[in-house]
């Protein structure tokens, strides 16, 4: 059904779902008429229509959240639940070994999107948050996307403008495809500080049984002398991942 100005009532509803993050996870019926665009009328019909099929609820206080009925429709049959499946005792493993953060990203567009994080009390800082976004040229996981991914995904992340986080972000050009050359020879990502200057990346391409990188395993940890001690570690799990996909005949692809 098309609306008079020519935007269909999914666009719209799709806008509604897409107006909450991690950091406003509720939100009232007047902000999401704000962050959408939409008339208040509006929003406010659409969102009474959302919570009633359960893809939004409502608070006691009358802010809006994503519903549990969506979360049930994504995950029922999302080749990303296959992946972490076979992802997660791998990663077990490797925490067990690191004590700090080991995540599981997927490329999304230009981001990499991230299915599953392990952490413990007391690690070291990490921006990295389940259903969480980073972008390819500062993150260990992104990295690894670029340095094996199209040509034509290299050449618009290369283009620019690349934020930097620290310092130590690489963001020029020419920086970049020296770092990318380098983590296709020896097969893995390794980022000291590059999202946060004491925090340090190394992650490593999982394959799925076609051969192409279907998601990066990574983990971060502090960023000092004694962090190329874990690269092993991370490899022998992504390899590991990588067997378990094949045997499930699944890429893992989302």
Not at 180 to 185: G, H, P, S, Y
Not at 229 to 254: E, F, M
């Amino acid at each position: 059904m098309k609306q008079p100005h020519g935007e269909s009532v999914l666009s719209r509803a799709t806008r509604i779902l897409e107006a909450f993050t991690q950091d406003a996870p509720a939100l009232a019926v007047s902000e999401i008429a704000r962050r959408t665009g939409l008339h208040v009328a509006t929003a406010s019909r659409l969102v009474t229509e959302l919570v009633a099929h359960g893809f939004l609820s409502r608070d006691d206080d009358r802010k809006v959240r994503i519903g549990v009925r969506l979360w049930e429709l994504a995950t029922r049959a999302s080749p990303a639940l296959s992946l972490r499946d076979a992802a997660m005792p791998f990663m077990e493993g490797v925490h067990d070994v690191v004590g700090h953060h080991v995540q599981l990203g997927v490329l999304d567009g230009d981001d990499v999107l991230f299915l599953e994080r392990l952490s413990a009390p007391g690690a070291v800082v990490n921006y990295t948050r389940i259903a969480g976004r980073l972008p390819l040229h500062a993150s260990s996981s992104g990295l690894v996307f670029l340095a094996h991914g199209s040509a034509e995904l290299r050449e618009r992340i290369l283009v620019g403008p690349c934020t930097a986080y620290t310092s130590r972000t690489p963001v020029s050009p020419s920086r970049l495809r020296a770092l990318l050359a380098e983590i296709r020879q020896q097969g893995y990502a390794y980022c000291p500080g590059y999202v946060h200057e004491d925090a340090l990346g190394i992650a490593a391409p999982v394959r799925g049984d076609d051969g192409s990188v279907a998601a990066a395993l990574a983990v971060i940890v502090p960023n000092d002398e004694h962090a190329h001690v874990v690269v092993p570690v991370v490899r022998t799990a992504a390899l590991g991942i990588s067997r378990a996909l094949a045997v499930r005949g699944s890429t893992g692809h989302v």
